[in-house]
C-alpha cells in the first residue's frame, strides 16, 4: 500500500493569479458567472418592461433614456453575458449529448464559444450605435 502525504506536507499554490486554468475551465467559468450576471440583471429588465408597457409617455420617455451613450455602454456590457451564457450552454448541451467530448474537440468548442460571443457582441454594438 502506498504511502500517502499528508495534507500539511503538500505544495500549495494560493495565489490565484499564478494558477493557468485550462480554456475549458475558463469557458465553464464565465458561463456560471454570466448566469448570475443575468440573473443579476432580470428586476432591472422587469422594471423596463414595465415603465414601457405603462404608458406610451413613459415608452418614449424610456426610449430617450436608450438613445443616450451610457445606457448604449450598458446594453452592450449586458449583452456579452447573454451572449456568452447562450453558446456556452448550447456548448454544454452538446457535451451532454456526447458531442464534442474529446479533449482536442472539447478545447475546440471552447474557443468556438469565445469567438462567437466576441462576434455576436460586435454586431450588436454596430446595431444598436
Not at 440583471?41 to 415603465?51: A, D, F, G, H, K
Not at 464534442?100 to 469565445?114: D, E
Request: charged share 10%; glycine share 4%; aromatic share 12%.
Amino acid at each position: 500500500m502506498a504511502k500517502k502525504t499528508p495534507i500539511r506536507n503538500r505544495p500549495k499554490n494560493l495565489n490565484l493569479l499564478t494558477i493557468r486554468l485550462p480554456i475549458n475551465a475558463v469557458v465553464s467559468i464565465l458561463h456560471r458567472m454570466s448566469g448570475m450576471v443575468l440573473f443579476l440583471m432580470i428586476p432591472l429588465l422587469i422594471w423596463c418592461l414595465q415603465t414601457s408597457l405603462s404608458s406610451e409617455q413613459a415608452f418614449l420617455a424610456l426610449g430617450e433614456v436608450f438613445q443616450h451613450w451610457v445606457p448604449k455602454l450598458m446594453l452592450i456590457a449586458l449583452s456579452c453575458p447573454f451572449f456568452h451564457h447562450f453558446y456556452a450552454g448550447l456548448r454544454h448541451l452538446g457535451q451532454d449529448v456526447h458531442w464534442m467530448t474529446t479533449l482536442n474537440k472539447a478545447r475546440f468548442s471552447s474557443r468556438v464559444v469565445l469567438v462567437l460571443d466576441a462576434c455576436s457582441a460586435l454586431i450588436f454594438a454596430y446595431y444598436i450605435w
